[in-house]
């Protein structure tokens, strides 16, 4: 069974702009949710999709947004882009059920703003 | 709140040694605890999970963690360490908020000496 997968895996962008990350679940995996990772604040939690709602948010400002589509496929965008929001930003797929949490991570998306 | 403590930021151990990597959590309810591994540049694999009934549970690649409700603690242990564990570890506790999303701990930094 394929894995989570993520894309782009490195993108460079200038501050202000705007972009959107892509993750592929694991096939049947309902869940899907974002997390960042900075050298400095650690793994931190986005926000959760479930058949197409986000069920769940972390603390971050109104310009990180997501969306689920009705393939469990999901898409994280930031815009406005800071020099802060380098990191790496990490999709996890999971069966979504309560009392299954167990997550499968993507390889990440390398995002660095210039 | 919940929260997830990781002790110890970085820990150097002989290849061959034992290995114990602690972990706190804060959580009101009953915890889903896990432990994930992070090699440079990767996504996160899963090691092993708590959930309920015994609490010594195995995991892949020689690892084990023992939950200990009294002490707020999930320890990772394995019993002899290879150079290819050199890599980053998160102890994590999912929080059941309506949909649940993951608190992870700071990590520690595993090095393994020859």
């Known amino acids: 069974k394929a894995g989570v997968t993520q894309t782009p895996r490195y993108l460079i962008k200038t501050r202000g702009q705007q972009v959107t990350l892509s993750c592929s679940p694991i096939s049947g995996h309902r869940s899907v949710s974002w997390y960042q990772q900075t050298p400095g604040q650690g793994l931190q939690f986005l926000f959760e999709y479930f058949s197409e709602t986000q069920r769940n948010k972390g603390n971050f400002p109104g310009r990180f947004s997501g969306r689920q589509f009705s393939n469990s496929r999901s898409e994280m965008n930031v815009s406005t882009l800071e020099l802060g929001d380098s990191a790496l930003y990490l999709c996890a797929s999971s069966w979504g059920d309560r009392g299954v949490y167990e997550q499968y991570f993507g390889p990440g998306t390398r995002l660095t703003v210039t | 709140a919940q929260s997830v403590t990781q002790p110890d930021i970085h820990i150097t151990v002989s290849e061959g040694a034992s290995l114990e990597l602690r972990c706190n959590y804060s959580y009101g309810a009953t915890p889903y605890l896990f432990w994930y591994v992070q090699s440079p540049g990767q996504g996160l694999q899963l090691l092993l999970k708590y959930f309920s009934g015994d609490t010594l549970v195995q995991g892949i690649k020689g690892f084990e963690a023992e939950f200990k409700r009294s002490q707020s603690s999930f320890n990772l242990r394995k019993p002899s360490v290879h150079w290819s564990d050199a890599a980053e570890y998160f102890c994590?506790?999912?929080?059941?908020?309506?949909?649940?999303?993951?608190?992870f701990g700071a990590g520690t930094r595993l090095f393994v000496k020859a």
């Open positions: 994590a506790v999912a929080a059941d908020t309506g949909g649940f999303k993951t608190i």
